[in-house]
DNA sequence: CGCCACTTTGAACCGGCTCAATTAAGGTGG
DNA sequence: CCACCTTAATTGAGCCGGTTCAAAGTGGCG
């Protein structure tokens, strides 16, 4: 067995550079402290400053923000491969709250322990940081998402990116993938109703597009929902991290 | 005339942690390079990889992304002391254009530069990439605005957001502050038409809350406007960057 | 003086929301 | 194995926030 296929996260970084065998060693040793969160049970509270960042290996989990209203935007999902907490580790800053969509598997991280890893590995922590950088990347195509494409585009949109990010950990192909998400999560994360949702998904699905049922998305014509979309992944590719 | 006021940067910085004479210096020699740009034209094309940062240093910048459709979403302002492509820079990662909303002033960086100052003085570091990441919070809080917000609470919630940067920098007071930007940058940015634009302004202003005119907003009643908006300002001050 | 960019207002429409009810699919205790 | 409960998905009906289209008003500037 590789190591890419003990970790997503390997798998992840090995697909946009060629790590060494010390750089592996050092992944691999970030992974020792192997944690089990439940489902529904928020791993960190909004405000609550954490000293710890995870690495995801298995489930999915979602980061959100409650108001004071109750209503909840999710700003972002997180798959295996992922880190969880990664910008709070690093600067202090954790504003929002990590609620796990399923039982996860993930590896704690040090404060200390990346900070050491990132001294003995300089390219690993450019690595880890361009990971960063991409997922902030999301959050930006996120919010172009929300305010400028409409209930059927942003669902679309919503898919196929996820579609992207689990193909490159292994997770799914480009014919469909397991996803755990309720209709509810959709909502919140697209910032739309339930109820939406519901309509959105099967007009997808009558017209063709893509189904979404029983934890399973199919995509049933990509080109058509990539159109629909206007999915343009160069977001998601941007020519990888530079090392050195 | 001291550091703070010739360089808005300076002074956001100073208002989170104590800089060092070698630090103040080793910044104002990140500000030599001085560039002026018009306002509507373009300083990086979306998708374009951009060598060079700037500081800003007077004058506002939004930073948008463009749709197939020719519709546009902002995904954030720039106002003086902030940094322009900072990650660009960092990263090579450059998704989105900027457009100077006025004429503006601002210090080119590259990257050499950036990165000799940060292994002078690795706090320097550390304080810029907090405030970084207090942009990144800015954009989270901005994707919650559009998703789960209405109109009204959305607009409010932007002008506290712009007041309290601005205040940060010395540009305007807890009365209101200077906004050179359109009904159309408000549209854009808020993920609405710009009549609705015109039309929430004008109740902000009949309900005695806040007044956007002739390039000026004005806070009539801030405790009704920040309970309006739900505007926490929290994200905006996270404890600032820790140092050592 | 006349143009141009921006603001303002009205009227009609519609995408997505709310409320409400029904169905489907697990789990759990008996 | 069934009765029950809970959570998620589904569908209908009516409403409303925000949009689009259209037109008029305002102010700065060459």
Redesign the pocket.
């Known amino acids: 067995m590789t190591p890419a296929e003990h970790s997503p996260l390997i798998r992840k970084l090995s697909a946009f550079v060629a790590l060494s065998e010390v750089e592996l060693a050092v992944l691999a040793r970030l992974h020792r402290r192997r944690r089990t969160f439940v489902a529904g049970r928020d791993i960190v509270h909004q405000g609550q400053s954490e000293q710890t960042a995870y690495i995801l290996s298995t489930g999915w989990v979602c980061s959100y923000k409650i108001q004071a209203d109750g209503t909840r935007q999710i700003v972002d999902f997180q798959v295996p491969g992922d880190f969880l907490g990664l910008r709070s580790v690093l600067l202090r800053t954790s504003d929002h709250s990590f609620e796990p969509v399923v039982d996860i598997e993930a590896a704690e991280v040090l404060t200390k322990d990346l900070l050491d890893a990132f001294a003995e590995t300089p390219r690993l922590a450019t690595a880890i940081l361009w990971a960063a950088s991409r997922d902030e990347a999301m959050v930006v195509e996120h919010l172009v998402g929300i305010g400028r494409r409409?209930?059927?585009a942003?669902m679309a949109h919503f898919l196929l990116e996820l579609g992207s990010r689990l193909l490159l950990v292994g997770l799914g192909s480009k014919a469909g993938f397991e996803c755990p998400?309720?209709?509810?999560h959709l909502?919140d994360a697209l910032?739309?109703?339930?109820?939406?949702?519901?309509?959105?998904?099967?007009q997808l699905r009558e017209t063709g597009l893509v189904t979404?049922?029983?934890g399973h998305v199919t995509f049933h014509d990509l080109d058509r929902l990539v159109d629909l979309a206007e999915f343009d992944p160069a977001y998601l590719d941007h020519s990888g991290p530079l090392l050195n």
């Open positions: 409409d209930a059927d942003r998400l309720t209709q509810y909502a910032g739309l109703s339930a109820v939406h949702v519901n309509r959105v998904l099967r979404f049922r029983e």
